[in-house]
């Protein structure tokens, strides 16, 4: 059974930071490129950051200054580093786990950004 558990979202003035991390379980998680997305209320589901088994990573134009993903492949676990937070980025943040035509997702966590 796959299983992809976020953790470290929460409620941040903005200016803020927060560090989400990802830990998955069932899957060979070395293999896998891993994702953060991010979806606010009335919108799409729409990328943030990814990072490729071979630590390669690509951003969104929004996250590039201002966040990192990195991942820790003894620990199964993925992780996105965000500051210089804004209202903007208010939004329920996925991870994502692709290898070939298996897609698996976590259930998100809230990331609130507000005063």
């Known amino acids: 059974q796959v299983q992809l558990v976020e953790s470290g979202g929460g409620l941040v003035q903005p200016g803020g930071s927060l560090r989400l991390s990802c830990t998955a379980s069932?899957?060979?998680?070395?293999?896998?490129?891993m994702g953060w997305y991010r979806q606010a209320p009335g919108k799409q589901r729409e990328l943030v950051a990814t990072?490729?088994?071979?630590?390669?990573?690509n951003y969104a134009d929004f996250a590039r200054d201002r966040f990192a993903v990195s991942r820790d492949n003894a620990k199964n676990t993925v992780f996105l580093q965000m500051n210089s937070l804004e209202p903007e980025d208010t939004a329920v943040y996925y991870c994502k786990a692709q290898f070939a035509v298996s897609n698996y997702w976590g259930q998100g966590t809230q990331v609130t950004v507000s005063s």
């Open positions: 990072i490729t088994r071979g630590y390669s990573t």
């Open positions: 069932g899957i060979s998680f070395s293999l896998y490129t």
